[in-house]
């Protein structure tokens, strides 16, 4: 993993942490890394009280691309909710994808599980 998806998908597995340990779950958000090196948070605002996580996941990669083709971003990721299966079944993650310059997207998963005290673990 390069530094700039690092540095993306360490501040996603944060803020997901947070979202998960405050409200138990999240709508898809992200982040970008601007020309300076600094990440911005990213989000959209719906003229919707509960917009599917479909309507902001489509809308973020919309914007992020947008900005990458203007020049705006270095690279941007999402961060979004999944299931995904395990030797143990089924698991909730959180999958980021990477969006860069170059059009290619990557996707990481970090398996998730909340301990008894409620606190987020990424396993």
Do not use: H
């Not at 079944?89 to 008894?116: H, N, Q």
């Amino acid at each position: 993993m390069r530094e700039e998806e690092m540095l993306l998908t360490e501040n996603l597995k944060a803020q997901a942490k947070y979202f998960l340990e405050d409200a138990g779950e999240f709508y898809p958000f992200g982040a970008a890394l601007d020309l300076q090196n600094k990440i911005k948070p990213l989000s959209v605002y719906l003229n919707e009280e509960f917009p599917t996580s479909e309507m902001v996941f489509k809308e973020l990669e919309i914007a992020i691309k947008k900005k990458l083709d203007d020049g705006n971003y270095i690279e941007a990721a999402i961060g979004f909710d999944i299931n995904i299966k395990n030797n143990k079944g089924m698991s909730s993650a959180l999958r980021v994808k990477i969006f860069s310059r170059d059009d290619k997207e990557k996707y990481y998963d970090y398996p998730y599980v909340f301990t008894s005290e409620k606190r987020v673990i990424f396993t």
